[in-house]
């Protein structure tokens, strides 16, 4: 089982708001590696689902290498977002580098852009 880490760090402009994210793998050559099934679990202070406390989250990568997800605060009345809130990824195939960065508005992959 390979993993690795993800740190959601916290933001005062952004407090209380979802962020997303998306898993990147390549394979060894540096191309898209397709339908990797990555294993997500967040700790106590985020979730995977706005209005409930889910931890664990399943992706598989498309064709593009990418897998797509939303990190949500949690307890979502918390009032900010003052914790560092880490993310664990795991993975069964060891030739795939994974992984995961934030996506922003802008991004070709933010949902709705023409990109």
Same mark, same amino acid.
């Given at each position: 089982m390979q993993e690795t880490?993800?740190?959601v760090q916290p933001s005062d402009r952004e407090e209380d708001r979802?962020?997303?994210?998306?898993?990147?793998?390549?394979?060894?050559e540096g191309e898209?590696?397709?339908?990797? !099934? #990555?294993?997500?679990?967040?700790?106590?202070?985020?979730s995977f &689902?706005?209005?409930?406390? +889910?931890? =664990?989250? *399943?992706?598989?990568?498309n064709a593009r290498g990418r897998a797509f997800f939303y990190w949500h605060p949690w307890p979502p009345a918390a009032g900010s977002?003052? !914790? #560092?809130?880490?993310?664990?990824?795991?993975?069964e195939d060891? &030739?795939?580098?994974?992984? +995961?960065? =934030?996506? *922003?508005e802008g991004d070709p992959d933010w949902p709705g852009s023409p990109g």
């Open positions: 880490t993800y740190e979802a962020r997303l994210c998306r898993v990147i793998a390549f394979d060894a898209y590696y397709r339908d990797l !099934a #990555v294993h997500l679990e967040a700790d106590a202070a985020g &689902e706005e209005s409930a406390r +889910v931890g =664990r989250l *399943r992706l598989v990568t977002n003052a !914790a #560092v809130s880490t993310i664990k990824l795991s993975w060891k &030739e795939p580098f994974v992984f +995961v960065e =934030r996506i *922003r």
